[in-house]
Antibody, heavy 119, light 107 residues
Framework: QVQLQESGPGLVKPSETLSLICTVSGGSIGEYYWSWIRQPPGKGLEWIGY???????NYNPSLKSRVTASVDTPKNQFSLKMTSVTAADTAVYYCARWNRRAVGGIDYWGQGTLVTVSS | DIQMTQSPSSLSASVGDRVTITCRASRTISTYVNWYQQKPGKAPKLLIY???SLQSGVSSRFGGSGSGTEFTLTISSLQPEDFAIYYC?????????FGGGTKVEIK
């Protein structure tokens, strides 16, 4: 059974960089689109972007200038960095597996981690 | 970006009711629609993919239909564990986008 687990600071100061890591267990990184999705408190879901196992990336244009995703295949991890954060970036951040080829949907999600942007 | 518009935004229903949620895409997306269920404090769970395919392990009381721009999620007989928020999502093109959600509450 594939499991994903986010890790990283729960509190980030305004203008600083948010950094999260997602550890994948029970399966390999290969041939999936490893995604980051966020959900502000009480609001809907926003796709941030993905990193493919080949290290190619694709980001939401609304966040593209501030976001970098990367993958570490030997460690079965992928990560997200978001620069110049503001209070508007406060959200639960999910890492997830977009099973684009076989299913088309996002079939595995981490439990989510709340990141609060505040001084 | 492809906009996904869900309706209604909320509904009240009783156990045993048949419930229908609609999602409309801003342009044609074939059958590249997925449906998720989210309960409080939990990650979304994939229910339906490719508009009408039931994800493994999901109850058969969930069904999906549609193509092009109009899609429907149906719960044939609402159960107590089905009270949650439901989201549609398009995977036709990036950026992936979600509908605003439909909250299903107990009447």
């Amino acid at each position: 059974q594939v499991q994903l687990q986010e890790s990283g600071p729960g509190l980030v100061k305004p203008s600083e960089t948010l950094s999260l890591i997602c550890t994948v267990s029970g399966g390999s990184i290969g041939e999936y689109y490893w995604s980051w999705i966020r959900q502000p408190p009480g609001k809907g879901l926003e796709w941030i972007g993905y990193v493919y196992y080949t290290e190619s990336t694709n980001y939401n244009p609304s966040l593209k200038s501030r976001v970098t995703a990367s993958v570490d295949t030997p460690k079965n991890q992928f990560s997200l960095k978001m620069t110049s954060v503001t209070a508007a970036d406060t959200a639960v951040y999910y890492c997830a597996r977009w099973n684009r080829r076989a299913v088309g949907g996002i079939d595995y999600w981490g439990q989510g981690t709340l990141v609060t942007v505040s001084s | 970006d492809i906009q996904m518009t869900q309706s209604p935004s909320s509904l009240s229903a009783s156990v045993g009711d048949r419930v229908t949620i609609t999602c409309r895409a801003s342009r044609t997306i074939s059958t590249y629609v997925n449906w998720y269920q989210q309960k409080p404090g939990k990650a979304p769970k994939l229910l339906i993919y490719a508009a009408s395919s039931l994800q493994s392990g999901v109850s058969s009381r969930f069904g999906g239909s549609g193509s092009g721009t109009e899609f429907t999620l149906t719960i044939s007989s609402l159960q107590p564990e089905d009270f949650a928020i439901y989201y549609c999502q398009q995977s036709y093109s990036t950026p992936l986008t979600f509908g605003g959600g439909t909250k299903v509450e107990i009447k």
